[in-house]
């Protein structure tokens, strides 16, 4: 308790986000559509509050060095509280 983590930035890019919907079935297009996103008033596409949540699980039993050492986690995500700035789709 009390401890500081270190900092940690993941490189996603629009591809993972589109990979990540298939997967979990989420077609919300904000998560992946740049002109949906900015028509529905966000700056741009949206991390699911998921994938973030389990970025942060890894990245915290990665820090603990014992993956089996986070018997619990636990968050309560706020209305777009975050915004990740991806890349476009590389289509070439």
């Not at 990540?20 to 992946?32: I, R, S």
């Not at 990665?62 to 777009?80: E, I, K, M």
């Not at 915004?83 to 070439?92: H, K, N, R």
Request: hydrophobic letters at 50%.
């Amino acid at each position: 308790m009390g401890a500081e983590l270190p900092i940690l930035a993941f490189d996603l890019s629009l591809r993972d986000l589109v990979n990540y919907t298939e997967v979990t079935g989420d077609g919300n297009p904000v998560l992946f559509n740049e002109q949906v996103a900015t028509a529905a008033d966000l700056p741009t596409v949206v991390a699911p509050g998921t994938l973030t949540l389990g970025l942060a699980a890894s990245f915290l039993s990665a820090w603990l060095g014992d993956p089996a050492a986070v018997t619990r986690f636990r968050a309560q995500f706020a209305h777009y509280t975050h915004y990740v700035g991806i890349p476009a789709l590389d289509t070439s």
